[in-house]
């Protein structure tokens, strides 16, 4: 283990080879290269994931702070805006109330639309979220650089697998991976573990998440339309079709949506009364 000491006097360990070939790599790429980094570290609840997050944004960034650690789409944006060349911004856990699958499509529309802003500042910006399958196909295949999945065995907590930039396509594209939420086909990069160890306030970080999920509970009344197109997706789910042929019809109509977002709008609508879940009828689109 490297021990790395933060601006503020902490000391924490970060494994030998993730320093080394990792956090490394990823300065020289900030600082030299002239380019962005998109990190994505995703894992199951309470696994460490939003912990390991600081950790890297605090080792590649000594300035990095709990106001570029953001927990809405609407934070981060400004962040990304406001940041200065080099900074570290880290988008954690925006994907949590996935009830809406309106608020999955707004994070994917805005990470596609602030990716120009990241490469032109040369920023590491780190997403996590519960599994990086959730993500939209350009940002996942063609802007994310690595891919760290936190997990946990029944013996040893703090666990990490790394995957590169190939070795992410091909785990997006296993139809089979998608839906199983599956990393076990692809053989990571290397693999190590990490000390739960806040780089920052633990207090004031668990402050600002509380209030942050308090003020999430103020959901904006529904778009209309999208409520319709939701509930039309519901629909032709109920009547036999699935998530493939759905997602295939709307593409041959000119709506683009991902398999997985549909996958999160049929659930809601799955078995829902006033539905006919027994038509054979499949030529609908």
Not at 13 to 18: G, T
């Amino acid at each position: 283990m490297v021990v790395l000491t933060t601006k503020e006097g902490k000391n924490y360990y970060v494994d030998d080879r993730l320093y080394i070939k990792f956090i490394k790599n990823v300065i020289k790429t900030i600082n030299k290269k002239d380019e962005d980094f998109v990190l994505v570290v995703d894992g199951k609840e309470r696994s460490g994931k939003s912990v390991f997050a600081m950790q890297m944004a605090k080792s590649i960034d000594p300035s990095f702070c709990l106001d570029r650690l953001c927990f809405s789409a609407d934070d981060f944006e400004e962040k990304i805006k406001n940041a200065s060349k080099g900074q570290a911004v880290v988008l954690d856990e925006a994907y949590r109330h996935l009830s809406s699958s309106g608020a999955l499509s707004e994070v994917n529309r805005l990470l596609k639309s602030l990716m120009m802003e990241m490469g032109q500042k040369n920023l590491f910006v780190i997403i996590v979220l519960p599994t990086f399958y959730l993500l939209d196909r350009y940002v996942a295949i063609w802007r994310a650089k690595a891919l760290i999945n936190i997990y946990k065995t029944k013996k040893t907590k703090g666990c990490w697998k790394l995957y590169n930039g190939k070795k992410i396509t091909r785990l997006y594209n296993n139809p089979k991976n998608r839906t199983s939420y599956n990393y076990d086909k692809v053989k990571t990069f290397f693999k190590g573990r990490f000390y739960n160890q806040y780089v920052l306030n633990e207090e004031e970080y668990r402050l600002k998440k509380e209030k942050n999920f308090k003020d999430s509970g103020k959901v904006k009344k529904p778009d209309k339309y999208m409520e319709q197109r939701d509930a039309a997706i519901g629909l032709l789910y109920n009547q036999g079709l699935t998530h493939k042929e759905i997602t295939k019809g709307l593409n041959g109509m000119g709506i683009t949506l991902s398999r997985q977002l549909i996958a999160v709008i049929a659930a809601k609508f799955k078995g829902k009364k006033g539905v006919n879940s027994n038509s054979k009828n499949k030529n609908i689109i």
